[in-house]
T-cell receptor
Framework: GQQLNQSPQSMFIQEGEDVSMNCTSSSIFNTWLWYKQDPGEGPVLLIALYKAGELTSNGRLTAQFGITRKDSFLNISASIPSDVGIYFCSGNGNQFYFGTGTSLTVIP | DTEVTQTPKHLVMGMTNKKSLKCEQHMGHRAMYWYKQKAKKPPELMFVYSYEKLSINESVPSRFSPECPNSSLLNLHLHALQPEDSALYLC???????????FGPGTRLLVL
């Protein structure tokens, strides 16, 4: 099935730095979701966005639903070691699609 | 209860074995899903159940057989698997087909 373009593919950052990642699609979506997955575990839903332009925070995480409805952004402020993992975006329109993932490594 | 649970956590099976993966949710969700995930890749959809009826089969080989005994349970029966079927198998549920998907912790399957 379709996959969303997610970038960057991987990030290596110093503890305390901010992180930004994004997801783009050729189709418009009604919902954008961001998940985090730890090794050997299932994806955990971090933030759900339901309206174009919506900006939602969950602690140090902030995500935005792009105005065009074809993209979304996730920012993590003041990263900590437990932020390590793979972050997946997903878009829900007529079908549900996953992004290709962003692997985040935080160096203490 | 806001969780999707899956058993077993790990499973090793031979190519001639028959085994089953189990998934359970008590959130009243009416859509349930099976996904297969290889390392460092996004989950790939296998099956979708809506109101206990199979809604989508993403051309999955017949050695994988899903079953939805009731609205809270979803099984995946495995028979004559191949080593390339080794993966993390994830179950998910949502309020309905348009709802946000909640994932279980997965079953790590190794086929020898």
């Amino acid at each position: 099935g379709q996959q969303l373009n997610q970038s960057p593919q991987s990030m290596f950052i110093q503890e305390g730095e901010d992180v930004s990642m994004n997801c783009t699609s050729s189709s418009i979506f009604n919902t954008w979701l961001w998940y985090k997955q730890d090794p050997g575990e299932g994806p955990v839903l971090l933030i759900a966005l339901y309206k174009a332009g919506e900006l939602t925070s969950n602690g140090r995480l902030t995500a935005q639903f792009g105005i065009t409805r074809k993209d979304s952004f996730l920012n993590i402020s003041a990263s900590i070691p437990s932020d390590v993992g793979i972050y997946f975006c997903s878009g829900n329109g007529n079908q549900f699609y996953f992004g290709t993932g962003t692997s985040l490594t935080v160096i203490p | 209860d806001t969780e999707v649970t899956q058993t077993p956590k790990h499973l090793v099976m031979g190519m001639t074995n028959k085994k089953s993966l189990k998934c359970e949710q008590h959130m009243g969700h009416r859509a349930m899903y099976w996904y297969k995930q290889k390392a460092k890749k996004p989950p790939e959809l296998m099956f979708v159940y809506s109101y206990e009826k199979l809604s989508i089969n993403e051309s999955v080989p017949s050695r994988f057989s899903p079953e939805c005994p009731n609205s809270s349970l979803l099984n995946l029966h495995l028979h004559a698997l191949q080593p390339e079927d080794s993966a993390l198998y994830l179950c998910a549920s949502s309020q309905d087909l348009r709802g946000d998907r909640n994932f279980g912790p997965g079953t790590r399957l190794l086929v020898l």
